[in-house]
Structure formats: structure tokens, C-alpha cells
């Protein structure tokens, strides 16, 4: 923990979900996909198809560990796009947020890799964008000058101890 943490409420957490999605309408670009980088972007990405009734696509990406997961190492991407349908030619790539932006340009990459052929338009939207990012999404809600590490509400359950929950559980 350092002077630059971030702490994030749930409240506030989609609140700034709800923010990026006003933003990405108010800019009139029609998208017809969703694609999210999974773990981060997984709830971006649910709350926006709800919202959008767009259909969601999952790419998983790993690029975090070691201690309290907050040690960037390789990215590592999944072999496939996980879709019920074919993949749209107007993508909207969500994540929480860009760091050092190699996650959100390794899945571009990855992206027009696999499906150079089906995509007309491609556009990226965080929550976060930080200004060691290589990578400058298309939408976004905070621009972050320094690299603070962002506590989201949902890391509680990365140092939660399942047996301690199902105790907790019991007493009720």
C-alpha cells in the first residue's frame, strides 16, 4: 500500500461503469459485440451488454500474480473467444482498466489475428486509464496522471479464505 492506492466502493465501482456507458452512447458509435477481458473486465463488459443488449464475448487474459496478485508477469491470453454466436464486425473491447496498456494491445492484436477478416471497426473502453498505458483506450472514465494500484471492491474474495466464509455461513 502506498500513498497512490486507490479505494474503490461498490458504489462507486458502478457508478463509473454507468459512466463509461453514458460516454460510449453520448459519442453515437454503434457497436454490435462486446468482448471483454476476463477477469477484469468481466462485470465492464456484463453490465454493458445488459445495457446495450449487445451480445458479450469473453477473452481470458492473465497477466498478474505473485503476492497479493499485484505483480505484472507475461500476458497470457486464452486459445479461443468464448461466444455463443459468430463474432460481430463493430467491436467494443472492455476492461477495468489500462496500466501499461500491453494487455488491452496484446487482445487487439489477438483480435485482428484471429478475426482480421470480420472486423470492420474495433474500439476499446476501460474505467481506468493510467498515463504509463502504452496503449490510449477510445473511451474511458478517469485518466489517472499517476499509477496509483486500484483496490476494486471485488478483491476481497482474492485473499478470502473459503472455509472462513462457510463458517460465517453457519452462524447464520
Not at 477484469?40 to 449487445?54: A, E, F, H, K, S
Not at 498478474?64 to 454466436?85: A, C, F, P
Request: a negative charge.
Amino acid at each position: 500500500m502506498t500513498d497512490l492506492d486507490l479505494y474503490v466502493t461498490w458504489s462507486e465501482y458502478n457508478h463509473k461503469i454507468e459512466s463509461l456507458a453514458v460516454k460510449i452512447y453520448r459519442s453515437n458509435w454503434q457497436f454490435n459485440q462486446i468482448v471483454c477481458l476476463a477477469k477484469g473486465g468481466l462485470r465492464v463488459g456484463d453490465i454493458l451488454c445488459r445495457l446495450y443488449n449487445r451480445p458479450l464475448a469473453i477473452l481470458s487474459t492473465a497477466s498478474y500474480g505473485g503476492k497479493n496478485n499485484q505483480e505484472r508477469g507475461t500476458i497470457k491470453l486464452s486459445e479461443h473467444l468464448s461466444t455463443v454466436q459468430p463474432l460481430g464486425d463493430r467491436i467494443l473491447l472492455v476492461d477495468d482498466l489500462v496500466d501499461s496498456g500491453i494487455s488491452l494491445a496484446e487482445s487487439i492484436a489477438w483480435l485482428k489475428t484471429k478475426y482480421a477478416q470480420n472486423i470492420t471497426d474495433l474500439r476499446t473502453a476501460v474505467i481506468w486509464y493510467k498515463s504509463t498505458s502504452i496503449e490510449i483506450p477510445d473511451f474511458y472514465v478517469d485518466y489517472l496522471p499517476d499509477n496509483p494500484w486500484i483496490h476494486q471492491p471485488f478483491e476481497v474474495y482474492e485473499k478470502a479464505d473459503i472455509s472462513k466464509f462457510a463458517s460465517k455461513f453457519d452462524k447464520d
